[in-house]
């Protein structure tokens, strides 16, 4: 079993649409919970990060926490062309983060 | 004003060849990391460094040494590089906890032929 698993995509959103992320971790033990974008040929760029359950908001970025269930979530409101990228979820117990395999978004204008 | 930064960007290099990748970083921070992301875009984490003591070193070839001269600076020596050696190996950095944060440098593609 993937230490950290994503809905695997592609996932196509019109301009101005919510774009939905998700992600499942298998080690109870993880603590810190981190949204990376990756845009083609570019590195990994942290986004959002989360550590409690519930949601936290940044901009047009809502990540979601919920630990008994093991899940985390991002939700891209109002989605623009530069959106269009690889998301990456990971989960970290201290130093080690396990990331998921990403999802590729694309926003269509 | 970089944070995290490797060279080279590219490496083309044949088979059996030693080769060394390296990272600095002016972020003040105490742990550095090695991802390797192969042809999948897979990121999985090879070595990290805290306060330059090693403290992961996941199944990697022993090939693969990594060397932390300060906290400040990791580089990756690798011996005899193999075709399966071809990826974008990314060096990161992060603060020793809580948050444990990691600021990624720009990748090194390598190229083995």
């Known amino acids: 079993q993937k230490e950290v698993e994503q809905n695997s995509g592609p996932l196509s959103v019109p301009e101005g649409a919510i774009a939905s992320l998700n992600c499942t971790y298998s080690?109870?033990?993880?603590?810190?919970f981190f949204w990376y974008r990756q845009y083609s040929g570019k590195s990994p760029e942290l986004i959002m990060s989360?550590?409690?359950?519930g949601d936290k908001e940044d901009g047009r970025f809502t990540a979601q926490l919920n630990k008994a269930s093991q899940y985390v979530s991002l939700l891209i409101r109002d989605s623009q062309p530069s959106d269009s990228a690889t998301y990456l979820c990971?989960?970290?117990?201290?130093?080690?983060?396990?990331f998921g395999a990403g999802t590729t978004v694309t926003v269509r204008a | 004003d970089t944070a995290v930064s490797q060279t080279p960007k590219y490496l083309v290099t044949q088979m059996g060849n030693d080769k060394s990748i390296k990272c600095e970083q002016n972020?003040?921070?105490?742990?550095m990391y090695w991802y390797k992301q192969d042809s999948k875009k897979f990121l999985k984490i090879m070595f990290s460094?805290?306060?330059?003591?090693?403290?992961i070193n996941e199944t990697v070839p022993n090939r693969f040494s990594p060397k932390s001269p300060d906290k400040a600076h990791l580089n990756l020596h690798i011996n005899s590089l193999e075709l399966g050696d071809s990826a974008v190996y990314f060096c990161?950095?992060?603060?020793?906890?809580?948050?444990?944060?990691?600021?990624f440098g720009p990748g090194t593609r390598l190229t083995v032929t």
């Open positions: 990161a950095s992060s603060v020793a906890g809580p948050t444990y944060e990691q600021y």
């Open positions: 460094y805290n306060n330059k003591e090693l403290i």
């Open positions: 990971a989960a970290s117990n201290d130093y080690k983060l396990s």
């Open positions: 972020l003040g921070h105490d742990t």
């Open positions: 080690d109870r033990v993880s603590q810190s």
């Open positions: 989360i550590y409690s359950n």
